[in-house]
């Protein structure tokens, strides 16, 4: 996440906010669809919540509405939201 984007994300103080840079070695780092992005040369913003890393039901049958924390996704899309617009 560009610092300047960060800043805006993390300034909305509605969700804590922690920014950090990988690589592909990482494991999993390359399951989502920013990294066809970077493939390519692009540069790709990530928000995640860890996935499998902090959510044993991420893509099981188990992940289902009544496993998921709706009022903190709403956080991350109203920061989102603002940021955005503040851009």
Same mark, same amino acid.
């Given at each position: 996440? &560009?610092?300047? +984007?960060?800043? !805006?994300?993390?300034?909305?103080? +509605?969700? !804590?906010? /922690? !920014? %950090?840079? +990988? ?6 780092? *390359?399951?989502? *669809?920013?990294?066809?992005?970077? !493939? %390519?040369? %692009?540069?790709? $913003? ?6 499998? %890393? ?8 188990? *992940?289902?509405?009544?496993? @998921? *924390?709706?009022?903190?996704?709403? /956080? +991350?899309?109203?920061? @989102?939201? &603002?940021?955005?617009?503040? $851009?």
């Amino acid at each position: 996440m &560009s610092s300047y +984007v960060y800043r !805006k994300y993390k300034s909305t103080k +509605v969700i !804590k906010t /922690k !920014k %950090f840079a +990988v690589s592909t070695a990482l494991y999993g780092i *390359d399951f989502s *669809d920013h990294f066809n992005y970077w !493939k %390519f040369g %692009f540069s790709a $913003l990530m928000l995640t919540d860890t996935s499998f %890393f902090s959510n044993k039901n991420y893509q099981e049958p188990t *992940d289902t509405m009544e496993t @998921l *924390d709706i009022k903190r996704m709403a /956080k +991350v899309i109203d920061s @989102l939201f &603002s940021t955005l617009i503040a $851009l």
